[in-house]
């Protein structure tokens, strides 16, 4: 099985997670600080050629109602220019409250470093399931 790379897009950081093995238990990787939209693509790309990922999970950040807004069509366009760059097959998930999940795993001091590549494991746990039910939305 080639490993799956979840990707957790917020305003200043990209969280990364992984899959890598046959027991399909995510777990994170690092979190990386965001810079211009080339750099992120960039090193994205970087890091997805690294790990050998074959397959790409990003959070789509739906508004509260289910509808996309502004950041999920620019999510939407990053999943579009990674699947370009490097062909893997890319898919999106409602990430809505991954980061709130995530944060209620961390102590106080752990917060800031941590939680976009936990948010990104959540992201790859309902990767999961999503696809357990047929209901997954491919790039």
């Not at 027991?23 to 939209?37: A, D, I, Q, V, W």
């Not at 807004?69 to 991954?98: F, S």
């Not at 001091?109 to 959540?122: I, M, P, Q, S």
Request: glycine letters at 6%; a neutral charge; one cysteine or more.
């Amino acid at each position: 099985m080639y490993p799956i790379i979840g990707l957790d897009i917020s305003k200043s950081k990209i969280g990364f997670a992984t899959i890598d093995g046959e027991n399909l238990l995510p777990r994170p990787l690092f979190t990386m600080e965001r810079g211009t939209r080339k750099r992120d693509l960039e090193k994205c790309v970087e890091y997805l050629q690294k790990f050998n990922a074959k397959t790409v999970v990003i959070g789509l950040p739906l508004e509260r109602d289910g509808t996309l807004g502004e950041r999920a069509v620019w999510v939407r366009r990053i999943a579009r220019d990674i699947k370009h760059m490097i062909a893997p097959d890319v898919y999106l998930v409602d990430e809505r409250y991954t980061t709130v999940e995530a944060k209620e795993y961390l102590l106080d001091g752990e917060r800031n470093a941590n939680v976009d590549a936990l948010a990104a494991v959540n992201i790859l746990k309902r990767f999961i399931e999503n696809k357990r039910e047929g209901n997954i939305e491919a790039i």
